[in-house]
Protein backbone atom coordinates (compact mmCIF):
# COMPACT_ATOMS: atom_id res chain seq x y z
CA UNK A 1 0.00 0.00 0.00
CA UNK A 2 0.91 3.46 -0.60
CA UNK A 3 3.63 5.00 2.39
CA UNK A 4 4.32 1.23 3.76
CA UNK A 5 6.88 -0.29 1.69
CA UNK A 6 7.88 -3.83 2.97
CA UNK A 7 11.36 -5.61 3.55
CA UNK A 8 12.29 -8.97 2.60
CA UNK A 9 11.19 -10.77 6.14
CA UNK A 10 7.56 -8.91 5.91
CA UNK A 11 8.51 -6.31 8.44
CA UNK A 12 7.29 -2.63 7.48
CA UNK A 13 9.13 0.77 7.90
CA UNK A 14 7.43 4.29 6.78
CA UNK A 15 9.35 5.81 4.19
CA UNK A 16 9.47 9.84 4.83
CA UNK A 17 9.03 11.82 1.62
CA UNK A 18 8.95 15.49 3.11
CA UNK A 19 7.57 17.79 0.67
CA UNK A 20 6.69 20.98 2.28
CA UNK A 21 7.38 23.40 5.41
CA UNK A 22 6.17 26.36 6.48
CA UNK A 23 8.22 28.71 9.40
CA UNK A 24 5.55 30.06 12.03
CA UNK A 25 7.41 33.30 13.16
CA UNK A 26 4.60 34.20 16.01
CA UNK A 27 5.60 30.64 17.93
CA UNK A 28 9.17 30.54 16.44
CA UNK A 29 7.82 26.85 14.81
CA UNK A 30 8.49 24.52 11.90
CA UNK A 31 5.22 22.42 10.33
CA UNK A 32 6.62 19.56 8.17
CA UNK A 33 4.69 18.07 5.87
CA UNK A 34 5.99 14.10 5.66
CA UNK A 35 3.68 13.24 2.61
CA UNK A 36 4.29 9.47 3.10
CA UNK A 37 3.42 9.54 6.60
CA UNK A 38 0.11 11.04 5.68
CA UNK A 39 1.97 13.29 8.89
CA UNK A 40 2.13 16.89 9.80
CA UNK A 41 4.59 17.50 12.35
CA UNK A 42 4.92 20.65 14.46
CA UNK A 43 9.18 21.51 15.36
CA UNK A 44 10.29 23.92 17.76
CA UNK A 45 12.65 26.08 16.65
CA UNK A 46 15.70 26.49 17.48
CA UNK A 47 15.49 23.66 19.86
CA UNK A 48 14.00 20.86 17.30
CA UNK A 49 11.96 19.43 19.41
CA UNK A 50 9.18 17.45 18.29
CA UNK A 51 5.85 19.86 19.61
CA UNK A 52 3.05 17.36 18.01
CA UNK A 53 3.10 14.87 15.19
CA UNK A 54 -0.90 14.60 13.59
CA UNK A 55 -2.36 12.03 10.85
CA UNK A 56 -2.50 9.00 10.26
CA UNK A 57 -1.38 6.05 12.27
CA UNK A 58 1.41 4.31 11.34
CA UNK A 59 3.64 1.14 12.39
CA UNK A 60 6.01 3.75 14.17
CA UNK A 61 3.20 4.87 16.24
CA UNK A 62 4.64 8.60 16.64
CA UNK A 63 1.39 9.93 16.12
CA UNK A 64 -0.24 11.78 19.02
CA UNK A 65 -3.34 12.82 17.02
CA UNK A 66 -5.30 13.35 14.29
CA UNK A 67 -6.23 10.44 12.80
CA UNK A 68 -9.63 10.87 12.66
CA UNK A 69 -8.79 13.67 9.86
CA UNK A 70 -8.40 11.29 7.20
CA UNK A 71 -6.03 12.85 5.27
CA UNK A 72 -3.52 11.12 3.37
CA UNK A 73 -0.24 12.25 0.92
CA UNK A 74 -0.93 15.73 2.21
CA UNK A 75 1.15 18.26 0.17
CA UNK A 76 1.51 22.19 0.75
CA UNK A 77 1.21 22.72 4.95
CA UNK A 78 0.66 26.54 5.58
CA UNK A 79 -0.68 28.52 9.15
CA UNK A 80 -3.56 30.77 8.08
CA UNK A 81 -3.59 33.91 9.62
CA UNK A 82 -6.56 32.90 12.05
CA UNK A 83 -4.42 30.01 13.09
CA UNK A 84 -5.59 27.47 11.15
CA UNK A 85 -3.95 25.06 9.20
CA UNK A 86 -4.18 24.92 5.28
CA UNK A 87 -3.82 21.96 3.11
CA UNK A 88 -4.06 20.17 0.02
CA UNK A 89 -4.98 16.27 0.55
CA UNK A 90 -4.36 14.21 -2.40
CA UNK A 91 -6.32 11.57 -0.50
CA UNK A 92 -4.64 7.78 -1.68
CA UNK A 93 -6.01 6.41 0.90
CA UNK A 94 -9.63 7.13 -0.29
CA UNK A 95 -11.14 4.20 -2.59
CA UNK A 96 -11.67 5.64 -4.96
CA UNK A 97 -8.88 8.54 -4.17
CA UNK A 98 -10.63 12.01 -3.71
CA UNK A 99 -8.19 15.37 -3.09
CA UNK A 100 -9.35 17.67 -1.33
CA UNK A 101 -8.80 21.49 0.12
CA UNK A 102 -8.57 21.43 3.99
CA UNK A 103 -8.84 23.88 7.22
CA UNK A 104 -7.95 22.48 9.96
CA UNK A 105 -8.31 23.85 13.76
CA UNK A 106 -5.42 22.25 16.24
CA UNK A 107 -5.77 22.97 19.71
CA UNK A 108 -2.48 22.38 22.18
CA UNK A 109 -4.04 23.81 25.31
CA UNK A 110 -2.60 21.76 28.41
CA UNK A 111 -0.92 19.51 26.44
CA UNK A 112 -4.22 17.72 25.56
CA UNK A 113 -3.69 18.04 21.40
CA UNK A 114 -6.97 17.88 19.65
CA UNK A 115 -8.36 19.02 15.91
CA UNK A 116 -11.07 19.66 13.61
CA UNK A 117 -11.86 20.19 10.08
CA UNK A 118 -13.31 23.67 9.61
CA UNK A 119 -13.37 23.69 6.18
CA UNK A 120 -13.17 20.68 3.48
CA UNK A 121 -13.64 21.10 -0.35
CA UNK A 122 -13.71 17.22 -2.20
CA UNK A 123 -12.77 17.74 -5.70
CA UNK A 124 -14.59 15.49 -8.37
CA UNK A 125 -13.50 12.18 -9.39
CA UNK A 126 -11.68 13.61 -12.47
CA UNK A 127 -10.07 16.84 -11.07
CA UNK A 128 -8.57 14.44 -8.37
CA UNK A 129 -4.72 13.45 -8.17
CA UNK A 130 -2.55 11.15 -6.72
CA UNK A 131 0.39 13.32 -6.57
CA UNK A 132 1.23 17.04 -6.01
CA UNK A 133 -1.59 19.82 -5.33
CA UNK A 134 -2.18 22.82 -3.36
CA UNK A 135 -4.71 24.92 -1.19
CA UNK A 136 -4.49 28.34 -0.40
CA UNK A 137 -6.56 31.25 0.86
CA UNK A 138 -6.82 34.16 -0.46
CA UNK A 139 -7.80 37.54 0.50
CA UNK A 140 -11.41 37.90 -0.54
CA UNK A 141 -12.15 34.75 1.71
CA UNK A 142 -12.28 32.18 -1.34
CA UNK A 143 -9.83 29.24 -1.67
CA UNK A 144 -7.84 28.14 -4.68
CA UNK A 145 -6.58 24.31 -5.22
CA UNK A 146 -3.84 23.43 -7.87
CA UNK A 147 -4.55 19.81 -8.58
CA UNK A 148 -1.41 18.28 -9.34
CA UNK A 149 -1.25 15.69 -12.30
CA UNK A 150 -5.26 16.11 -13.07
CA UNK A 151 -3.51 19.58 -14.54
CA UNK A 152 -7.11 21.30 -12.72
CA UNK A 153 -7.38 24.77 -10.89
CA UNK A 154 -10.09 25.52 -9.22
CA UNK A 155 -11.27 28.77 -7.03
CA UNK A 156 -14.43 28.44 -4.63
CA UNK A 157 -15.98 30.62 -2.31
CA UNK A 158 -17.07 30.19 1.47
CA UNK A 159 -20.35 28.82 -0.22
CA UNK A 160 -18.25 26.03 -2.18
CA UNK A 161 -19.53 27.62 -5.17
CA UNK A 162 -17.18 27.31 -8.16
CA UNK A 163 -16.06 30.98 -9.21
CA UNK A 164 -14.19 29.83 -11.89
CA UNK A 165 -12.10 26.33 -13.02
CA UNK A 166 -9.19 26.04 -15.82
CA UNK A 167 -7.65 22.99 -17.36
Known amino acids: SYGINQINNGTSYDWTHCNAIFFDTLESAIYLSARNLSRITKIDYPSGNIILNMGKDMVSGD ?92 EVNDLDSIIWLAS
Not at 91 to 98: M, R, S, T, V
Not at 115 to 130: A, C, H, V
Open 63 to 154: VDFGTSLGFSFQHAIKLLDNRNLMLFDNGNYNDPPISRGLEISVDENNNLLSSEIIWEYNLTEGMSTLSKGDCDRLNNGNSIMTCGNSGFII
